[in-house]
């Protein structure tokens, strides 16, 4: 029987990918507690890369980098199942969401991509969906990504 967020998820007509592995020496994610630290997840569908490049250049502008930081969001989501043992109703709270935005020095609506993830979070999770948040802008990112975001899950 389907837990009420991937209820939630089929009703948004959300099919959540596999959690991607690591590109690197590290783990996916941490539990400490009641915590789930997600590791940066980058915009990757089907060991994919997508948006590739810097927002304000390259072709790439607001709209793509929302989009990029909305798969960012989902492969966050993907891991916190994994985190959970595939149980999403064990995720009580989306803590805090981290995001950086590869731009030109000119862009500054880094806020606006990175909402691409939050709205996401509270798309699916409801009010638990809210966190805190950063958004900022660099140079580059890893395999020259437009957007990367980790999170913080408070889970039961």
């Known amino acids: 029987m389907p837990g009420t967020i991937d209820a939630r998820l089929a009703e948004l ?10 590109a690197a020496n590290y783990v996916p994610y941490v539990i ?14 089907d060991g994919q890369l997508q948006f590739v490049g810097r927002l304000g250049i390259d072709g790439l502008e607001l709209e793509d980098g929302y989009a990029a930081a909305r798969l960012c969001g989902l492969n966050l989501i993907a891991q916190a199942r994994a985190s959970c043992g595939g149980d999403l109703d064990r995720v009580k709270r989306v ?3 981290g995001g950086f935005v ?9 806020p606006k991509v990175v909402n691409g ?7 699916v999770f409801g009010d638990a969906g809210r966190h805190a948040r950063f958004a ?8 020259g990504v437009a957007v990367e975001v ?5 889970v039961a």
């Open 13 to 22: 007509g959300i099919d959540l990918p596999a959690a991607p592995a690591p």
């Open 32 to 45: 400490t507690g009641n915590l789930v630290f997600v590791s940066g997840q980058i915009p990757m569908v």
């Open 95 to 97: 803590v805090k969401l």
């Open 102 to 110: 590869a731009c030109t020095r000119e862009f500054i609506d880094h």
């Open 117 to 123: 993830a939050s709205d996401l979070m509270v798309e």
């Open 136 to 143: 900022v802008g660099a140079r580059t990112l890893p395999l």
């Open 150 to 154: 980790d999170g913080v899950f408070e």
